[in-house]
């Protein structure tokens, strides 16, 4: 993706290093990345995200953690795509 691009993933159990090196690298490219996880997961992924990427909502990129959700599904979305659905259930 592009800088300046947004990407935007929701995951229950985020526990891929692969994913986590790939957000990072898109993130440090210059793509807004927000991404949204469980809080009550804790996993070393997500605390690599935390620090990298942060949670201040005036940047364009965070990591939002939705405590009491129900969050248990992944969804992923790419700046042109018209397909791209919330969660089953709303983030609150």
């Not at 469980?38 to 990298?52: I, N, W």
Request: proline share 8%.
């Amino acid at each position: 993706m592009p800088p300046g691009a947004t990407f935007r993933v929701a995951d229950y159990l985020f526990q891929s290093p692969a994913a986590t090196d790939a957000i990072i690298a898109a993130f440090r490219r210059g793509v807004n990345v927000r991404v949204v996880l469980d809080s009550h997961v804790d996993t070393p992924e997500r605390r690599k995200l935390d620090g990298v990427i942060g949670h201040d909502r005036s940047q364009g990129s965070l990591v939002y953690r939705v405590a009491g959700s129900g969050l248990k599904h992944i969804g992923a979305c790419t700046p042109s795509s018209s397909r791209c659905r919330p969660p089953a259930r709303e983030l609150g």
